[in-house]
């Protein structure tokens, strides 16, 4: 028994190793970024701290006359910049009146520091004085700093009066990489397009469930579950098609109906009606559109799952009613509905889950349009994280709402279980009592 129990291990811990590498780990990261301001511009990894255009205008706001000075060029006369004047061949008088007089001398603007430079005794030529004068640029404006000492050293050799408190502001402020944050849940929260987005998600998977997947699909289970067995298995067929098709084909098809040179215009024309992409002309439109492709493959599914468990379903019983005088629809109220509740519980729980993580579909019909309509959670979590138009793809607010909508889910799970009396449904039946 114990070798056996091994044996079953073994042969399913390929299995383990997938789920933990393939749905745990990605979770749990997902969980861990959400609680991070990962993006394009922090990067996954350790960051830096860079006096950075933006950077600058976040400072001003809180210390604006530190940012000016900050955001000003700074001439220090130093022994790097003396050291790359005897190296460009700058005499040497120049370099050591220079060392004598001026080191460490700090001019907040290039033209003081020029003005010096004219003065010396052995007076330059305009061009070396430029020359001179670049050589001293100690600006730290896109200055990278790999660490926050290092920072504070430069700020330091800028002749700036820093409190700690101020300095570690502009750390802050400057640092580049991504840190721990609990404002992706509140900007998430706070957001008015989060409210249109969730009601979005809940139009388009309450439409999707209530019109195709649940009654849909099973009135096309109890259609074929009437028929021959050859034409029942020939329709079965057909309705699966738009689930074993690829996304980007069948999508396609949807896109050559509603084109402006596609079949809906071609078939109007003759009536007068201008050609038009109905599928993005209007939100009416693209809705209708959306909700019809998700549709058909949702109620493919949900014809699968019910035929199957029509078949469960003892033939005696249908040939008790009928000898009873049952009809059809008393069949189906009275014998297939009662027993279908098992099956109505799997394709809604699994079915809501999936139209709120899946996007694809939509992605390729309308990406969302016309506007920011069609915009459902998943997809704009897709959106900020992965494919959004300014170009700084956010990580961790997109882990956010992912998390957020796992957490829905989860919810909506236990609500099915609730509504459907889950614990009568796995309750041992009374003959076994």
Known sequence: MNRS???????????????ILFFLVPVVLTAIFSFTNMSTATGITGGAYQIAPNSLLRLRSA??????????????????????????????????ELRAKHLDQVFPARRE??????????????????QISEQFNRSLVNVRFRSKDALFTALDGQGLDLSVEQKEAIAATTYSGWTWTGENFRRMFSSPDTVRVLLNTAFYVG?????????????????????PDAPAGFFRSLWLLPRVSPPVIYVLMWKWLAWD????????????????NWMLDSAANAWTFVVLINGF????????????????IPKSQFYASEVDGA?????VRHIILPQMRWPILFVTSYQTLSLLASFEYILLATDGGPGSTTEVWSLAAYHTALSNYTGNLEYGFGSAMALALVIIGIVLALVYLRVFNYRALIAKPLIEH
Request: glycine share 8%; aromatic share 8%; no cysteine.
């Open 5 to 19: 129990k091994a044996l079953g291990l073994l042969l399913l811990t390929p299995a383990l190793i997938i789920i």
């Open 63 to 96: 210390m604006p006359e530190i940012a000016e000075q900050l955001a000003e060029p700074k001439y220090i006369i130093d022994e790097r910049g003396l050291a790359a004047l005897e190296g460009l061949g700058i005499a040497p008088s120049i370099v050591s």
């Open 113 to 130: 520091a020029e003005r010096m430079i004219k003065g010396l005794a052995d007076r330059p030529s305009t061009r070396e004085v430029k």
């Open 207 to 227: 439409l999707v469930l209530v019109l195709f997947n649940i009654p849909y699909g099973l009135a096309l289970a109890i259609a074929t579950h009437y028929m």
């Open 261 to 276: 040179t596609g079949f809906i215009s071609m078939f109007l024309a003759p009536f007068g009606v201008p050609p038009k």
């Open 297 to 312: 493959v949702g109620a493919s599914m949900g014809m699968l799952v019910f035929s199957s468990a029509l078949k469960a």
């Open 327 to 331: 009809s059809r629809w008393q069949q």
